[in-house]
């Protein structure tokens, strides 16, 4: 069964570092997503990617964040200068719209565990 | 305002009893789906349930949902030892097609 792919499982980096989360969603998918979730918090959604560009972005997803899809299969997220707070597991997910609609499953990823030094 | 919130925040159970977890949202939706995340690892789809649907069923899980009430609830029969996670429901926003928002959640512990 296809599933969602995410490298590293775990990224150990010195705040203001540039770290670089990588995700290779399900092979059909047209809408991809990364959330997060702070140990012991809700997961929080940050970004929705379609159509080569952003569609909607959370107010947590700054000027510090950027995703791109260098390729045909990745998607990634880039975090510019980490903060100590950045520390979180992220999750990349992805899901396919039925014709005309755009509110489907969304498949996630394993994660990758971010801590921040 | 917080979207999804599950209740209990933990349940613990014997196996092979029937665990209940419920769910409350604020704002209208077109689907909530459940999720379930054993410790420290990702998040697995259980079940999408449209607002136009009352009930779904999959394997051991039934979900209900009252749209009247804006809130659903997660049934898990025969619970086993494998069933120890933490679930989550998970709503669309209605005027957002994209992200979906997530409860905090039920810690379900299944005692052998």
């Known amino acids: 069964e296809p599933e969602v792919t995410q490298t590293p499982s775990h990224q150990v980096t010195q705040m203001g570092q540039e770290v670089i989360l990588r995700c290779v969603p399900i092979s059909n998918h047209l809408y991809f997503y990364w959330y997060r979730q702070i140990l012991g918090q809700k997961v929080e959604f940050l970004v929705s990617f379609y159509n080569n560009e952003i569609s909607e972005k959370s107010e947590i997803f700054d000027d510090q964040f950027s995703v791109e899809r260098p390729d045909g299969s990745n998607f990634t997220l880039k975090i510019r200068s980490t903060k100590l707070e950045d520390s979180a597991m992220y999750f990349c997910?992805?899901?396919?719209?039925?014709?005309?609609?755009?509110?489907?499953?969304?498949?996630f990823g394993p994660g990758t565990r971010l801590l921040v030094l | 305002s917080q979207q999804g919130e599950e209740d209990p925040q933990a349940l613990s159970i014997q196996e092979g009893e029937n665990a209940t977890m419920n769910c409350s949202y604020k704002t209208s939706i077109n689907n909530l789906q459940w999720y379930r995340q054993n410790s420290g690892r990702g998040l697995v789809h259980l079940i999408l349930?449209?607002?136009?649907?009352r009930e779904k069923h999959s394997g051991r899980l039934r979900v209900t949902l009252d749209t009247s009430k804006k809130s659903s609830s997660l049934l898990i029969t025969a619970s086993r030892a494998a069933d120890t996670a933490s679930y989550f429901c998970a709503t669309d926003g209605y005027s957002s097609a994209s992200k979906i928002i997530f409860g905090s959640g039920t810690r379900l512990s299944i005692r052998p």
């Open positions: 349930i449209r607002s136009n649907e």
């Open positions: 997910a992805s899901s396919s719209p039925r014709t005309g609609a755009l509110w489907e499953t969304q498949y």
